[in-house]
């Protein structure tokens, strides 16, 4: 019989309360986009991890939503207008 891990509701469905704790021995894909996988600690180096763990996320986060941006800036000078004007050569032949 397989482990039955632990779950907190991000996303609450009918009977389920968002913070809830929840337990499945395998997730169903359906949920999974509901739910986090519950993580527990007991002392102070643990919260200490976690909380170096959570700065080094949001850290390549950060720097990967500057990369998108950067490409997106990069790229808005190079677009084609959906409606050119007269002197465009986008759509002439």
Request: hydrophobic content about 40%; cysteine-free; glycine content about 4%.
């Amino acid at each position: 019989m397989a482990e039955k891990k632990k779950y907190v509701v991000n996303i609450p469905w009918s009977g389920v309360k968002k913070g809830q704790v929840v337990e499945f021995e395998e997730l169903h894909p359906a949920l999974k986009a509901n739910v986090s996988p519950y993580v527990e600690f007991d002392s102070s180096e643990d919260e200490e991890k976690a909380k170096s763990v959570a700065e080094q996320i949001i850290a390549e986060a950060k720097a990967e939503a500057e990369k998108i941006l950067a490409n997106a800036k990069a790229e808005a000078g190079k677009l084609t207008p959906a409606t050119p004007d007269s002197k465009s050569t986008a759509t002439k032949k």
